[in-house]
């Protein structure tokens, strides 16, 4: 089961990601878009990350829909309404449970990733953030860990695309050879998701090992 706090590390390993990359997607988006994909988003998940440590949502509903009523009030251009939707909407799905399964964090994915296209008006094919959200929430029918791959996938198949929506369908032809930088920072989006089960896959692991130790502890010391 996954709680609020998973979804806040989430949001902070998602943040921490874009820091580490924002320089990369911004020069993605020069040949292609206005030069500040990087810049508008590292600004956008700061503040998700510092408006949930001032609120502290108890839901992972919660979580996501800050974390996207965020993103649209602090991220300029289309991307802050695009990774506004997916997360409102994701958490939309969630509800008020204060803790939700695997499944559900899926079913919620495939909800938001709905909206974005509808809200975009766009496809997989047409060089968009889709491009790797589309495949990488298919993944998670596997893991998260192939969803992550997928995404990566989907957005290196961007490079030869050429754009049919958004500000890099304005260039046409010249969008071709170019990494869509939306796609990609989605990529980070469920990399740092599938980071973040690891760690806590781990933990879990380790508190099981540590509770298997203290059993055969108690049994030797009986026995004896």
Same mark, same amino acid.
């Given at each position: 089961?996954?709680?609020?706090?998973?979804?806040?590390?989430?949001?902070?390993?998602?943040?921490a990601a874009v820091e580490r990359?924002?320089?990369?997607?911004t020069e993605l988006?020069?040949?292609?878009?206005?030069?500040?994909?990087g810049s508008n988003l590292l600004r956008g998940f700061t503040a998700v990350v510092r408006e949930q440590e001032a609120e502290r949502p108890e839901q992972p509903g919660a979580v996501l829909q800050l974390a996207g009523?965020?993103?649209?009030s602090t991220v300029g251009g289309a991307s802050g309404p695009l990774y506004g939707t997916l997360l409102r909407r994701a958490g939309k799905?969630?509800?008020?449970?204060?803790?939700?399964?695997d499944e559900q964090v899926r079913e919620a994915l495939y909800a938001g990733v709905g909206a974005v296209a509808k809200l975009g008006g766009a496809a997989p094919g047409d060089k968009t953030m889709l491009d790797s959200l589309v495949p990488g929430v298919s993944g998670l029918a596997t893991s998260y860990r192939a969803a992550a791959e997928a995404a990566e996938n989907g957005a290196l198949a961007t490079v030869p695309m050429q754009a049919r929506k958004g500000r890099a369908s304005y260039l046409g032809e010249r969008s071709i050879g170019h990494q869509d930088p939306g796609a990609t920072?989605?990529?980070?989006?469920? +990399? #740092?998701?599938a980071d /973040?089960? $690891? +760690? #806590?896959?781990?933990? /879990?692991? $380790? +508190?099981?090992d540590v509770a298997d130790a203290s059993d055969a502890s108690g049994v030797t010391e009986e026995e004896s």
């Amino acid at each position: 089961m996954r709680d609020a706090e998973f979804f806040r590390r989430w949001m902070a390993a998602a943040a921490a990601a874009v820091e580490r990359e924002a320089d990369r997607l911004t020069e993605l988006d020069s040949p292609i878009g206005d030069a500040d994909h990087g810049s508008n988003l590292l600004r956008g998940f700061t503040a998700v990350v510092r408006e949930q440590e001032a609120e502290r949502p108890e839901q992972p509903g919660a979580v996501l829909q800050l974390a996207g009523r965020t993103l649209i009030s602090t991220v300029g251009g289309a991307s802050g309404p695009l990774y506004g939707t997916l997360l409102r909407r994701a958490g939309k799905e969630l509800g008020t449970a204060a803790e939700v399964t695997d499944e559900q964090v899926r079913e919620a994915l495939y909800a938001g990733v709905g909206a974005v296209a509808k809200l975009g008006g766009a496809a997989p094919g047409d060089k968009t953030m889709l491009d790797s959200l589309v495949p990488g929430v298919s993944g998670l029918a596997t893991s998260y860990r192939a969803a992550a791959e997928a995404a990566e996938n989907g957005a290196l198949a961007t490079v030869p695309m050429q754009a049919r929506k958004g500000r890099a369908s304005y260039l046409g032809e010249r969008s071709i050879g170019h990494q869509d930088p939306g796609a990609t920072s989605s990529a980070l989006l469920l +990399a #740092a998701l599938a980071d /973040v089960v $690891d +760690a #806590a896959d781990v933990d /879990v692991a $380790d +508190a099981s090992d540590v509770a298997d130790a203290s059993d055969a502890s108690g049994v030797t010391e009986e026995e004896s």
